[in-house]
Structures are given as structure tokens and as C-alpha cells.
Nanobody, 115 residues
Framework: QVQLVESGGGLVQPGGSLRLSCAAS????????VGWYRQAPGKQRDLVAS???????NYADSVKGRFTISRDNAKNTLDLQMNNLKPEDTARYYC?????????WGQGTQVTVSS
């Protein structure tokens, strides 16, 4: 059973930073496509960043240059470093993994950017 658990969300002022982490159990993240999505109230869930096995990464245009996705293979975690946060980054952030042709999601962690 694959489980993904996010942590690291919270309230931060504009221009601040947060680091989200997704801990996986039941699978080895380094072997699969993984990513971070976010969903603001009343809006659809959108891709923030993804990582295909190896070094290939992909970012939404709105976060390029500010967010960095990375894997810690020793800890079996997926991290998202978010710098220079803006109010429009406010959303619930979800960890995602494509394992054996199935989609898996975490429960999400709330990020609020406000002064």
C-alpha cells in the first residue's frame, strides 16, 4: 500500500520561504514519476513541479526560478523548496506519485502567504 504524507506547510509573509516534504511508504520514490500539485479554493488542482526518474524536472511557469523539487533517496522523500513566496502561491499542496500505472496522492498541506 503506497502512502504519501506531506509536511512543512504554514503561514509565511510575502517574500518568505518554506520547504515542503513528502514522506513515502510502500514504494521507492526514486523509481517513479513524482510531483507536487496545488489547489486554491474554487480552482482546479494544478501541477507545480514534477520529477521523472533521473534528473529531468518540470515546473509551472509561475514558479520557475523560485521553487525547486528534489528527491532524498536515502530518506525516500520528495521535497519542494519554495522561495520568494507570493500571495498567489496560497493553496493546499499535494504530493503525487505515479506507481505501477496508478495515481497516488497525499492528504495535502496548507500554504498561506499573507502579511
Amino acid at each position: 500500500q503506497v502512502q504519501l504524507v506531506e509536511s512543512g506547510g504554514g503561514l509565511v509573509q510575502p517574500g518568505g520561504s518554506l520547504r515542503l516534504s513528502c514522506a513515502a511508504s510502500g514504494t521507492i520514490l526514486s523509481m517513479y514519476v513524482v510531483g507536487w500539485y496545488r489547489q486554491a479554493p474554487g480552482k482546479q488542482r494544478d501541477l507545480v513541479a514534477s520529477s521523472i526518474t533521473g534528473e529531468r524536472t518540470n515546473y509551472a511557469d509561475s514558479v520557475k526560478g523560485r521553487f525547486t523539487i528534489s528527491r532524498d533517496n536515502a530518506k525516500n522523500t520528495l521535497d519542494l523548496q519554495m522561495n520568494n513566496l507570493k500571495p498567489e502561491d496560497t493553496a493546499r499542496y499535494y504530493c503525487y506519485a505515479l506507481v505501477g500505472g496508478r495515481d497516488y496522492w497525499g492528504q495535502g498541506t496548507q500554504v498561506t502567504v499573507s502579511s
